[in-house]
């Protein structure tokens, strides 16, 4: 019987790094990453790693074994396997257990290694030791281990169901666009990025040309899952750019000659890019796919972008992508499937997916959002930068077509399901993955990702085990996942699709290993092709009701250890708040070629880049995500705070006093946006001040404007504190608020009183000192 391993080609090699040192992390959440007592004898300076696989006869293993110690030790490479697993579930459980549960004993070999030593060894399996199936391995040096999922596959039984399979090719990369962009016209406002990171993986031997070479040998039942904020950045790229840690302030200030004379009149704005051409080329590879699905904008968290309750964050994050890929790639997208990051959805954000079918386009729909907000009370101090509380603005309009959600198996439970469909919201399906075949397939490349949807026991450091190692195992998964569909009893009629979902920072190196299994099972007639949109096809399903007061329906079933947190979530919804403020204080003028909405829309990207999921679930890049996080965080606030002090309100002085009752407030408006801003005159004051600009103030871009003000202030108060401030036509604050003192009439006469009767005492009491005076000279 020719045997087969089920790393595709037969041989898998790829660069093997040594061991990775410990991963700082919170010790409140430690053991949501790595269940403490999974694998937790491993230590010591021995280390072994699987550097490649062989198929034939007998399976051969390539190994690397390395003594990073100050003694040179004596070691024995032991090579042992468990029992035969039948599903995918039972082959990620085996790979957490301790060393007794691998007895069957394979070949050892004795070593000898010097301090700092490293070895090549090459060991044959044989097929007694391993016949047909699929067995969890263990290599061990010391207390060291090496574990990984092999898979010994026979002729396909011709008696069985042939199961579907779909297999997704993410196409994603962290973006460091400086923050704090805002919209331009008639161009569009210039790319800077803060490195060429994007522009290496770009290149002919980067990790996103690898990707799409992959892809390219064989496009049977595979679509790529690709990330519309990489499209938009690649397509800039290609139009030129700049590299500078940061970009230019958004406002600028008026200064004195003598102030510049020792400044750099043309201080150094970066350097141009040198992607150029390369980006030009990817892009144009790309337009060729076959099979698109775009991700939530920047691999955002679509449960955190939820839990902001802003309408047009979510909008941007689920509707945006397919517009971007029609206009960059002349591709028409498969609409209507959202992907989360996370691999589930919660309560919170299903309804939230209606939006991402919605007939009018987002800019559109904001204009008829904004004309029909109803006014409400400018007593608000605070603006939506300061507030605490996240407005209750949840629900959406049920979508005019079906969305289709991919998520995992175990995540849904109480809802009506139909196979690997369960019915989540009105016009909003999930479809479901397998959510251990979902893990294994993570758990690769240089930076394994902890699912959140996986059982905590069995999550341990997937660094302990190689590159290589991980991606056989994930092959295997598959091809195990594949068999699981044809096991007698397994489905009473056809056998359901297999969804391969990975991880989005999938590597060049694991996507030609599960590319190259997903072909050789498609060769073998071990599973047929079937497209992404037949597999999301849901039947009709019985609608689902609001639950029972503190019943969950769905969502993680774990606790999640990358899930962003409610300090992250408030700060994302207060810019958000506060960039739909100012969006709607500004007025589109068609003397000017920019759209208000198209001004802050970058300012709205920096949030769902800043909730970006892709690192995140990464033990190894998680501490840097929530820094990344942090800082754009701040950036995207300075830019804000920025605009806020370009619209602002300039009382003549401190103290404002009035010469009669029916006299009016003098206060100047100004506007640095390019747009100009219709406000209203908002203000808080002792009880009975009343302050009127008799309409709304409409400032023009770039310009002032003086308000008369018609006060009606306290009779019985000397002098009146109020506090003004701009806020929008519905009451949201907008400006930085200003103080002012007025003095009023009554105020006025009584100083002037105090006044004069201390200019008549002291003109009577010199004219008496000179009176006495005289008298005394007179004798």
Known sequence: MRRVIAVGLGVLCLSTPAHAAPTPYDPENAAQWVNPMARASESGDLSVDVTQVQAGESTRVHLSVENSGADSASVTLQTRRGEA?????????????????YPWAGPEVELELAAGERTEVTLDLSPEFLPAGTYPLMFSVGENTERLLLTVAGEPDPDTQTPGLTMLLPLTAPLDIAPGETGEAPEEAPLILQSEELAGQLAPEGRLSELLDTYARDTRGTCLAVDPALVDTVARMSRGYTVAESRPSLITTRQRLRDSWFQNEDPHRGTPGRGTADAAAWLERLRGAGCIVPLPWATADLNAVARTEDEWLFREATQRGTEVIREELALEPLTNVVIPPSGYVTEQAAPSLGWADQSLPVEQAWEMSAATRAPRSTGEEDSALESTVIPDRSGSPAPLRPVRVLVADNSVWGVPRSGTHAH????????????????????????????????PD?????????????????????????????????????????????????????????????????DSGA?????????????????????????????????????????????????????????????????????????????????????????????????????????????????????????????????????????????????????????????????????????????????????????????????????????????????????????????????????????????????????????????
Not at 85 to 90: K, M, Q, R, S
Request: glycine share 8%; charged share 15%; aromatic share 6%.
């Open 85 to 101: 697993t039948w599903d995918v579930a039972g082959a990620r459980r085996a790979l957490a257990l301790g060393p007794e549960a």
């Open 424 to 455: 989540l919201a009105p016009g909003v399906t999930a479809t479901t993955f397998s959510a251990p075949l979902g893990s294994l397939l993570a758990a690769t490349g240089p930076a394994p990702q902890t699912t959140g949807y996986s059982n």
């Open 458 to 522: 069995w999550r341990f450091d997937y660094q302990l085990d190689s590159v290589t190692s991980r991606a056989v195992t994930a092959a295997s998964a598959l091809r195990l996942a594949v068999a699981e569909q044809t096991l007698p009893g397994h489905w009473a009629q056809a056998p359901e699709p297999v969804l391969a979902v990975p991880a989005p920072l999938l590597d060049a190196a694991t996507a030609r290993t599960l590319l190259n299994t997903v072909s050789g099972l498609y």
């Open 527 to 779: 599973a047929r092709p079937v497209s992404l949109a037949e597999a999301v096809t849901a039947p009709e399903l019985d609608p689902v009701g609001p639950p029972a007061v503190g019943v969950t329906r769905f969502g993680s079933p774990w606790s999640d250890p990358a899930a962003v947190s409610d300090t992250e979530v408030l700060r994302a919804a207060q810019q958000t708040r506060y960039t739909d403020d100012l969006t709607r204080m500004m007025v589109n003028d068609p003397v000017i070629n920019l759209r208000r909405y198209d001004f802050t829309l970058p300012l709205r990207r920096d949030v769902l880049m800043a909730l970006s999921g892709a690192s995140r679930s990464s033990l190894s890049l998680n501490q840097e995500a929530v820094e990344a996080t942090n800082r754009r965080l701040d950036a995207n606030r300075q830019t804000l705070q920025d605009l806020r002090g370009s619209v602002a309100l300039f009382p003549p002085g401190n103290v404002y006093t009035r010469a009669s009752e029916s006299s009016p407030l003098l206060i100047v408006a100004g506007n640095g946006l390019p747009l100009p801003v219709d406000a209203e005159l908002a203000y808080s004051g002792p009880e009975g001040a009343v302050l009127s600009a008799h309409g709304p103030v409409h400032i023009p871009a770039h310009g002032s404007i003086t308000v008369q003000l018609t006060a009606d202030l306290p009779e019985d108060e000397d002098q009146s504190q109020l506090q003004l401030w701009l806020a929008t036509r519905d009451g949201s604050p907008i400006s930085t608020p200003v103080e002012i003192t007025v003095q009023t009439r009554a105020g006025i006469v009584g100083t002037y009183g105090i006044a004069l009767l201390l200019v008549v005492g002291l003109s009577l009491a010199l004219l008496f000192r000179v009176g006495r005076h005289r008298r005394r000279q007179r004798p």
